[in-house]
């Protein structure tokens, strides 16, 4: 979670020695939020604190895993560090140390379904995710896959190369909010995202021909494009199809045709 005021870090405004006042202000009287920096003196569940700067949320939470969530060592980077997926993966190995680790977090997602509830679900709009991809790059790619003095081999060699650099190029087209968000969020890969938006780079058909698409699935793929996604990823399957080892019975012996029929055989 993001603080409501992170410039109250070193002196909150608002002081609480009772959890149960605290939870009134927080969820029936809404004076304060979640998120919002308090000084804390008290005890909560089996912990006790003194004047400690926290938030009701991280108080919540430390309630429920029964441990402090800014002193459980290699969790978070630092108190009052932003609780991301990394941390949280972190927490589950913590807590699978207890016996209560099922229930501790089964009330943990209860909590934590609630407060996405409150927030809402943010989605990336198109304005975030847009990104230049018409570069010099691309059109150096473009030339190098249409150059008919050069071969497929030399091709994909160059090919990759440049290829490199103008995926480097698109991410750093995104911006620095837009790679906090995914970094936090624990969800979803950058890679991911320049997959969406970028045309791809791929070796279409058994001879491997090396294709650059003109389009992308966030401009919306063409004809052509579709066509050679399809024939690279039947490449894919026949090669994956070649590497698996046939399974089944083997009869060591020889038998005439038919021999076996009728007669029931027992694999022990």
């Given at each position: ?23 009134k202000?927080?969820?029936?009287n ?51 560090d ?10 589950m ?88 968000d ?87």
């Amino acid at each position: 979670m993001t603080f409501e005021d992170p410039s109250e870090v070193k002196n909150p405004r608002n002081l609480y020695t009772s959890f149960a006042d605290l939870v009134k202000d927080v969820e029936i009287n809404k004076k304060i939020k979640y998120n919002q920096l308090i000084l804390f003196t008290g005890k909560v569940g089996e912990l006790t604190y003194k004047k400690k700067v926290t938030t009701f949320g991280r108080l919540r939470v430390s309630q429920i895993i029964k441990a402090d969530i800014d002193s459980i060592q290699g969790v978070l980077k630092a108190p009052l560090d932003r609780i991301d997926g990394g941390s949280a993966a972190r927490l589950m190995v913590f807590l699978q140390q207890y016996p209560d680790f099922v229930e501790r977090v089964n009330e943990l997602q209860k909590y934590c379904l609630k407060l996405v509830s409150k927030a809402g679900v943010v989605q990336f709009d198109f304005e975030s995710l847009y990104a230049n991809t018409n570069t010099v790059t691309y059109e150096e790619i473009k030339k190098i896959a249409n150059d008919p003095k050069l071969s497929d081999p030399q091709k994909v060699l160059m090919m990759t190369e440049k290829y490199k650099k103008y995926i480097d190029e698109i991410k750093s087209e995104f911006s620095d909010e837009l790679k906090d968000d995914i970094k936090y969020a624990n969800r979803i890969k950058l890679d991911s995202l320049v997959d969406i938006v970028a045309p791809a780079f791929i070796m279409s058909g058994v001879k491997e021909k090396p294709l650059i698409n003109d389009s992308s699935l966030y401009s919306g793929m063409t004809n052509k494009a579709y066509v050679d996604h399809a024939v690279e990823n039947r490449s894919l399957q026949s090669l994956k199809v070649s590497g698996v080892p046939k399974s089944g019975l083997i009869l060591i012996g020889h038998y005439k045709p038919g021999e076996l029929l009728g007669n029931p055989v027992r694999i022990i």
